[in-house]
């Protein structure tokens, strides 16, 4: 027994000891691993930085963002968190302050750093999981009255097989079934009407939710590392700047007519909007016209060759279909387009706001903007243009002309391409919704200069003094840009035959100084709003032609001459005669000028013989029939002026004169 005893301790001793000699060695081997290797390198020092400034594009932004950091002598690394997820790798750019030298500039995306939704779509979620527990709640509440329903029915009968019951009896308890069960009733019937209203709340919520989440995507932050060579330490400050996609501005306008003596005040405004993920608080903004993801490539043409039997193709003559994925596409690739601007709206004539416009095959893209408008460059090469937006199937077209027009149903169903020629563009007035709050009183004084324009090479900048907040949402804020005061020269035009009506059209001469770029106009005369108009700043005209819209001031009446309206049959001719009277009666306290445009028919027959019988004070364009009187007419006063001409042909024809 003793023997036994003394045999275990001694193999508790070996043990204990062999115990000892393993910790020893994992000692050791730790020790001598740390005098081997260096120290594991801490964290790196993570830091917030700020956007305070950003040059805006027509598409796409420069974003700078600037943060004070600690930094030791010698080399580290910064690790600069929270930038944005939309950022161009390529283009990100560290500036660091004198005596510091850049030595790296790298970046990755934080997966675990995502982008937080809006207070807005928080707050319909919320609003979305209250609604849905009250929902529960009436339903747990009707399954309560309707156990309470059965537990009636099931004690409905009174009284055993055997025994009867007294009417007196009967009537009570006849009574308190009745009232019970209506009760029962009518408490379900107002659960049920609460649980219908709650449901068609959330399912308005959720719709809303679907569409503002489809653009929504979650994106994950960038995490850029920057490593330094510092002759000096401390507080020093340290710039990031980079370029992001989703951002551009367009220009917006009022356009303000007191009266046809004084000049136009025209308010020049810009709507910029972002979607780099993260707002832009008190940011100093500057907007240029220059066009990073513009490509800089000239075009280069090729040698023209002449074969027999080959029709000319391009911009001349193209009369092969164009087929896009199989499918025959209206208009003729035109190669000669080097800008496609257009609009996209929905069938209610509503725009659809920053849909994607992308050539493809390029690195080109742009969006719609507030009003549905999009401008985009191509390069050589470029035959299609496409546009998608959530909810709708993906559009394509061919580049035919340099104004598409995209109409889409919410199925995505293409309904009809509208293309205008850029001479036809300038004046041509839009239908919108008015959007009261964007217009302001005639009362507005011109305000100190708060933008500086500067003009480069290739671009003009403004630069404006007040800092702005540009929300990530991608809605259009509108920035102050200038005010103008621009003398006009104004005059009425009609066309009686097609339209009685006087359109008022103001000419600026001199405009090309104002650095104005193409947009929607908003038109006030004399204190009413006329709706909008499109202001083409590429036209290459002296003077901007600014339609002002119908005058009913002006009254015009288009009246046959009765008297001079005959015919006359000889042997083998007939002679039509006709003659109008147009009289203009200007209702106007001041006097107006006015160009009235009419036409004598042209022969294209050599049997059919036109003569031009009386056009006094017009000019006759020979070509075209066109006759022309400018008339000058004092306020109330009224004008006359007349036409007359006839027409012979062989009397067994017909020729239509009305």
């Known amino acids: 027994m003793q023997f036994i005893i003394i045999r275990h301790l001694v193999y508790k001793i070996v043990n204990m000891k062999n115990i000892i000699l393993t910790i020893v060695s994992i000692l050791l081997l730790v020790c001598g691993s740390t005098k081997a290797n260096p120290p594991i390198e801490n964290d790196l020092q993570q830091i917030k930085s700020k956007v305070y400034k950003a040059i805006v594009f027509s598409q796409g932004a420069q974003v700078f963002r600037k943060s004070t950091v600690n930094i030791p002598l010698g080399i580290s690394e910064l690790k600069f968190i929270n930038v944005s997820p939309e950022l161009e790798k390529n283009s990100l750019q560290c500036k660091a302050p004198e005596g510091v030298s850049i030595l790296s500039v790298r970046h990755r995306i934080d997966?675990?750093?995502?982008?937080?939704?809006?207070?807005?779509?928080?707050?319909?979620?919320?609003?979305?999981?209250?609604?849905?527990?009250?929902?529960?709640?009436?339903?747990?509440?009707?399954?309560?009255?309707?156990?309470?329903?059965?537990?009636?029915?099931?004690?409905?009968?009174?009284?055993?097989?055997?025994?009867?019951?007294?009417?007196?009896?009967?009537?009570?308890?006849?009574?308190?079934?009745?009232?019970?069960?209506?009760?029962?009733?009518?408490?379900?019937?107002?659960?049920?009407?609460?649980?219908?209203?709650?449901?068609?709340?959330?399912?308005?919520?959720?719709?809303?939710?679907?569409?503002?989440?489809?653009?929504?995507?979650?994106?994950?932050?960038?995490?850029?590392?920057?490593?330094?060579?510092?002759?000096?330490?401390?507080?020093?400050?340290?710039?990031?700047?980079?370029?992001?996609?989703?951002?551009?501005?367009?220009?917006?306008?009022?356009?303000?007519?007191?009266?046809?003596?004084?000049?136009?005040?025209?308010?020049?405004?810009?709507?910029?909007?972002?979607?780099?993920?993260?707002?832009?608080?008190d940011v100093m903004l500057t907007l240029s016209t220059g066009l990073p993801y513009q490509t800089g490539d000239s075009p280069n043409i090729e040698p023209w060759l002449l074969r027999f039997n080959q029709r000319l193709v391009g911009a001349r003559m193209n009369s092969k279909p164009y087929y896009i994925d199989g499918v025959r596409i209206s208009g003729n690739y035109n190669p000669s387009v080097r800008q496609v601007k257009g609009r996209v709206v929905d069938e209610t004539g509503e725009p659809v706001l920053f849909a994607n416009v992308v050539l493809p095959g390029t690195n080109q893209g742009t969006t719609t903007d507030i009003d549905g408008f999009y401008s985009i460059n191509v390069p050589n090469g470029a035959r299609e243009i496409e546009i998608s937006y959530v909810g709708y199937r993906n559009v394509k077209r061919v580049i035919s002309a340099p104004y598409i027009d995209i109409v889409m149903d919410s199925e995505g169903i293409e309904l009809s391409e509208v293309t205008v020629s850029s001479q036809s563009i300038a004046g041509i007035s839009k239908r919108r919704k008015i959007r009261k709050d964007k217009f302001k009183s005639e009362d507005d004084v011109v305000e100190e200069e708060r933008v500086s324009t500067v003009e480069k090479a290739i671009s003009v900048e403004f630069k404006i003094k007040q800092a702005y907040?540009?929300?990530?949402?991608?809605?259009?804020?509108?920035?102050?840009?200038?005010?103008?005061?621009?003398?006009?020269?104004?005059?009425?035009?009609?066309?009686?035959?097609?339209?009685?009506?006087?359109?008022?059209?103001?000419?600026?001469?001199?405009?090309?100084?104002?650095?104005?770029?193409?947009?929607?106009?908003?038109?006030?005369?004399?204190?009413?709003?006329?709706?909008?108009?499109?202001?083409?700043?590429?036209?290459?005209?002296?003077?901007?032609?600014?339609?002002?819209?119908?005058?009913?001031?002006?009254?015009?009446?288009?009246?046959?001459?009765?008297?001079?309206?005959?015919?006359?049959?000889?042997a083998i001719k007939r002679t039509d005669y006709r003659g109008w009277n147009i009289n203009v009666r200007n209702k106007k306290k001041v006097p107006i000028k006015i160009i009235i445009d009419d036409q004598f028919p042209v022969s294209t027959e050599t049997q059919i013989e036109v003569n031009k019988i009386a056009y006094e004070k017009a000019k006759l364009d020979e070509e075209s029939g066109i006759i022309t009187w400018e008339l000058e007419i004092p306020g109330g006063q009224k004008e006359e002026v007349e036409f007359k001409y006839s027409v012979k042909y062989p009397k067994h024809k017909k020729v239509f004169l009305e």
């Open 469 to 570: 907040t540009i929300k990530k949402d991608g809605k259009a804020y509108s920035v102050k840009l200038e005010e103008y005061s621009l003398p006009a020269d104004y005059e009425y035009y009609c066309a009686p035959k097609l339209d009685v009506s006087a359109f008022l059209t103001a000419n600026v001469s001199g405009w090309e100084s104002y650095n104005l770029l193409s947009g929607q106009a908003n038109l006030f005369y004399e204190g009413t709003y006329l709706g909008t108009t499109y202001l083409d700043a590429t036209a290459v005209e002296d003077t901007l032609s600014i339609s002002l819209g119908r005058d009913q001031n002006i009254v015009i009446e288009r009246e046959k001459n009765k008297e001079f309206n005959k015919k006359k049959m000889l």
């Open 111 to 281: 997966y675990f750093n995502k982008e937080e939704k809006t207070v807005q779509i928080k707050a319909w979620e919320k609003n979305k999981k209250a609604l849905e527990f009250e929902v529960k709640k009436l339903k747990n509440l009707i399954a309560v009255l309707d156990e309470e329903e059965k537990l009636l029915k099931a004690n409905s009968s009174i009284g055993g097989s055997n025994t009867g019951v007294s009417a007196v009896e009967l009537e009570k308890v006849a009574k308190i079934y009745r009232e019970r069960m209506k009760a029962l009733r009518m408490e379900k019937l107002e659960l049920n009407q609460d649980l219908a209203a709650l449901n068609e709340e959330i399912k308005d919520l959720v719709k809303q939710l679907n569409e503002i989440n489809a653009s929504f995507q979650e994106k994950r932050f960038n995490e850029v590392t920057v490593k330094i060579d510092a002759k000096r330490n401390g507080a020093l400050e340290f710039e990031l700047n980079y370029l992001i996609a989703n951002a551009g501005w367009g220009a917006d306008y009022d356009i303000r007519v007191k009266n046809i003596q004084s000049p136009i005040l025209l308010n020049y405004k810009a709507n910029v909007y972002q979607k780099s993920g993260e707002d832009w608080n």
